[in-house]
């Protein structure tokens, strides 16, 4: 299976703290994919880095990524209370009948953050 | 920019009952997706619509799953006849293309449960 596997599953920080996730995968991907879901906003669309990228940012946000170990790990620096979430990564790899684009999430972290 | 529509959110049905969901995607996305999330994993795609046509169907139970996109923009899913096992949040999400680096956009979701 592709599928993600995030690690730690629940995490509770105070306001301002950074926050760090870990995920997982089990075969050769394209690109990973964070998502974040909460109740107000859905799932949404956090950050993308490629296969061949070992580092990305983007706002507080920032990604590595290892494919020697196939794993890799998402900061939330300066948390806030409206970061209260529920934190998806998601491998990409092309599907059976060869359609892109194919997401295969992992169970996603609970993070709440305290004010 | 208007966001990824459904309807209805809620649905509750007794076993063995039909339902159908109904989803428009953004404007201008050629790409659709329909999603199951169970409570406490996370999302697993069903089956991934490029204009009209099927890219990806290879997780949809079609014994009892089915769904259309026949002019290339809205959606439906339906199931029939339904499972208890079927109680989830169903998604449907649209890209611009196909292409393995592009975000997907969720909308709100279905919740559906079945007793």
């Known amino acids: 299976s592709q599928q993600g596997e995030e690690d730690p599953q629940a995490l509770s920080i105070q306001e301002g703290e950074n926050a760090t996730m870990n995920c997982s995968y089990k075969t050769s991907i394209n690109n990973l994919q964070w998502y974040r879901q909460n109740s107000g906003r859905g799932l949404v669309h956090l950050i993308l880095i490629r296969s061949n990228e070992r580092e990305k940012h983007s706002g507080r946000l920032r990604v590595t990524l290892d494919t020697s170990k196939k794993s890799s790990s998402l900061l939330i620096t300066a948390s806030r209370a409206a970061d209260t979430a529920s934190y998806f990564c998601?491998?990409?790899?092309?599907?059976?009948?060869?359609?892109?684009?194919?997401?295969?999430f992992g169970k996603g972290n609970q993070v709440v953050v305290i004010p | 920019e208007a966001g990824v529509a459904q309807s209805p959110r809620y649905k509750i049905i007794e076993k063995r009952q039909s339902v159908a969901f109904w989803c428009n995607p953004i404007s201008g996305h050629a790409t659709l997706y329909w999603y199951q999330q169970i409570l406490g994993q996370g999302p697993k795609l069903l089956i991934q619509?490029?204009?009209?046509?099927?890219?990806?169907d290879s997780q949809l139970p079609k014994d009892r799953f089915s769904a259309e996109r026949l002019k290339g923009v809205d959606s439906t899913l339906k199931i029939q006849p339904a499972k208890l096992e079927d109680s989830a949040v169903y998604l449907c999400?649209?890209?611009?293309?196909?292409?393995?680096?592009?975000?997907?956009?969720f909308g709100p979701g279905t919740r559906l449960t079945v007793l």
């Open positions: 619509f490029q204009n009209n046509g099927v890219v990806d």
């Open positions: 998601a491998t990409v790899f092309s599907g059976p009948s060869g359609g892109n684009n194919r997401l295969a």
């Open positions: 999400a649209s890209s611009l293309l196909s292409g393995p680096y592009r975000a997907q956009y």
